[in-house]
């Protein structure tokens, strides 16, 4: 049988010109382009906003840390190695709230487990508490951010229901923000730590107090005293409102 290129050949019609359309519209294999893996997550925060948030307010423990891992609403999903959801005592009147994972958060899973974080255990220590025990700590970014840059604003946002179902499902009667980052992003001021300090702020009802980030008093030794007088006011005030919720349950507002 005569083959259709030659006939074509003879009658010098070759070679055979296509659209370039068409040959384009084949893909190039994404392992060609290069060597990053080939399925990258997506992010999908502008997809759908609002069926997002309508979810992450209705998880439950066993289904936060899977939701969080899943998250693809924001880039840090591409560079992180896994999500670094929360840890600790989910009944806690403790809730400590930090930036972001580092490095060390980021390959374990578990917040503040690196230098600064043995800092905050000392910390803990100091108060006679222990992580795990009537203390949760969990992050602003439940990803790192490459490199330990700052968190971006689009990341806040995107991570905020994360942190904001936690407290929801913890209530914790006071919460600790770990240095600027998070105070800032949980009072929506652009503040110093200095000025913050000292006094109780309120985050969605719940009391915050707000001190120096573990990182920063290991770079600043004498700010540890100020951050002693935080963690002081810190423990007055979890005593204060322990001893007005006993007073309530002992005397409860008769039904008449
Ligand atoms: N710094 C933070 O803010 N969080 C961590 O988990 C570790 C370091």
Same mark, same amino acid.
């Given at each position: ?34 060597? @990053? ?13 609002? =069926? ?40 806690? =009147? ?10 060390? @958060? =980021? ?49 806040? @946002? ?25 105070? &800032? ?6 503040? &110093? ?17 707000v001190t120096y980030h573990p990182a920063y008093l290991l770079r600043n030794l004498p700010d540890k005293a100020k951050a002693w007088e935080d963690l002081c006011l810190a423990r007055a005030t979890v005593r204060k409102l322990q001893a007005e919720h ?11």
């Amino acid at each position: 049988m005569v083959h259709r290129d030659e006939i074509l050949r003879e009658l010098g019609l070759t070679p055979v010109w296509r659209r370039r359309a068409l040959v384009a519209a084949e893909p190039v294999p994404a392992t060609w382009v290069s060597n @990053e893996p080939v399925d990258h997550p997506t992010p999908t925060a502008a997809i759908a906003p609002i =069926d997002r948030l309508a979810r992450i307010d209705t998880l439950d423990w066993t289904s936060f840390a899977p939701d969080v891992a899943a998250c693809r609403a924001c880039g840090l999903c591409q560079t992180r190695k896994q999500s670094v959801p929360g840890v600790g005592d989910i009944h806690a =009147d403790w809730l400590f709230v930090g930036e972001a994972p580092g490095a060390e @958060e =980021d390959a374990r899973g578990e917040p503040f487990v690196g230098q600064a974080g043995r800092l905050l255990d000392n910390m803990l220590a100091a108060l006679g508490m222990r992580r795990g025990e009537n203390v949760y700590i969990a992050n602003v970014l439940k990803c790192r951010p490459p490199g330990n840059r700052a968190p971006e604003p689009n990341e806040v @946002e995107s991570c905020r229901p994360y942190l904001d179902r936690q407290i929801a499902l913890i209530q914790p009667k006071l919460i600790v923000a770990l240095g600027k980052s998070a105070a &800032t992003t949980l009072l929506n001021v652009d503040a &110093t730590i200095a000025s913050l300090r000292g006094r109780i702020h309120r985050y969605h009802g719940v009391a915050l107090i707000v001190t120096y980030h573990p990182a920063y008093l290991l770079r600043n030794l004498p700010d540890k005293a100020k951050a002693w007088e935080d963690l002081c006011l810190a423990r007055a005030t979890v005593r204060k409102l322990q001893a007005e919720h006993d007073l309530q349950s002992a005397s409860p507002t008769p039904s008449w």
